[in-house]
């Protein structure tokens, strides 16, 4: 039987179908134990068809990274709507959905899985300490009254800190969580924005039903 032929509207639609069920079997399975056979299975197409698009487990998951990344800045020109800058309310609202995000791929990733889709990419696909600075770059470009003296790397490592709190809910002390998370994102955006610009701290639950995928 000869292969079956798409259109490229139909490789674009067959794509991203992958791409959002191989991200629901991450969540569930992690990456060593989602298999191409269930990616393909959820996907409703053969294990062939899904090597006609990736080379192997570990691409699809640097693919579906660089997917997440092209939503994200989808959402933000969204929510741009064509004006150069989002305001201070709307930018701690980007910085609060990223956090709260459960489609970003890295938080169901082990450091042994980071480790194969580095060895896995030899374009350099997965983002590294360097790239990380250069995105929040990007981003607050879109950011109204960003301070001068931003700390990059400080503000990364508290995004950072405040996924992984996040990420560990379970072992925090439940009843101060959101006082906590509260607190830390008073810091950051101390750290970002003007002095007497950032406001109140955001509560970790105000954006938790939006979903804006990162990375």
Same mark, same amino acid.
């Given at each position: 039987?000869?292969?079956?032929?798409?259109?490229?509207?139909?490789?674009?639609?067959?794509?991203?179908?992958?791409?959002?069920?191989?991200? /629901?079997?991450?969540? /569930?399975?992690?990456?060593?134990?989602?298999?191409? /056979?269930?990616?393909?299975?959820?996907?409703?197409?053969?294990?062939?068809?899904?090597?006609?698009?990736?080379?192997?487990?570990?691409?699809?998951?640097?693919?579906?990274?660089?997917?997440?990344?092209?939503?994200?800045?989808?959402?933000?020109?969204?929510?741009?709507?064509?004006?150069?800058?989002? &305001?201070?309310?709307?930018?701690?609202?980007?910085?609060?959905?990223?956090?709260?995000?459960?489609?970003?791929?890295?938080?169901?990733?082990?450091?042994?899985?980071?480790?194969?889709?580095?060895?896995?990419?030899?374009?350099?696909?997965?983002?590294?300490?360097?790239?990380?600075?250069? &995105?929040?770059?990007?981003?607050?470009?879109?950011?109204?009254?960003?301070? /001068?003296?931003?700390?990059? +790397?400080?503000?990364?490592?508290?995004?950072?800190?405040?996924?992984?709190?996040?990420?560990?809910?379970?072992?925090?002390?439940?009843?101060?969580?959101?006082?906590?998370?509260?607190?830390?994102?008073?810091?950051?955006? +101390?750290?970002?924005?003007?002095?007497?610009?950032?406001?109140?701290?955001?509560?970790?639950?105000?954006?938790?039903?939006?979903?804006?995928? &990162?990375?």
């Amino acid at each position: 039987m000869s292969p079956k032929l798409f259109s490229i509207a139909e490789k674009e639609q067959l794509r991203e179908k992958m791409f959002l069920s191989g991200l /629901e079997l991450l969540k /569930e399975y992690g990456m060593t134990h989602m298999s191409v /056979e269930k990616i393909a299975a959820a996907a409703g197409i053969g294990k062939s068809t899904f090597y006609n698009f990736f080379m192997s487990k570990e691409d699809f998951v640097i693919q579906l990274i660089e997917f997440n990344r092209s939503r994200f800045w989808q959402v933000v020109s969204d929510m741009l709507g064509g004006r150069e800058r989002l &305001t201070i309310s709307e930018s701690k609202q980007v910085l609060t959905m990223i956090i709260n995000s459960k489609d970003s791929v890295y938080q169901y990733l082990t450091p042994e899985d980071e480790k194969k889709l580095a060895t896995a990419s030899p374009d350099d696909s997965v983002p590294n300490i360097e790239e990380e600075i250069d &995105t929040l770059k990007r981003l607050f470009g879109y950011f109204d009254d960003v301070r /001068e003296d931003v700390d990059f +790397g400080v503000v990364s490592n508290l995004l950072k800190i405040l996924a992984l709190t996040a990420e560990n809910k379970t072992i925090l002390h439940e009843s101060a969580y959101d006082r906590t998370q509260e607190k830390l994102f008073g810091l950051l955006f +101390g750290c970002i924005f003007e002095e007497g610009q950032y406001g109140a701290p955001v509560r970790c639950s105000q954006y938790s039903g939006v979903k804006l995928p &990162t990375r």
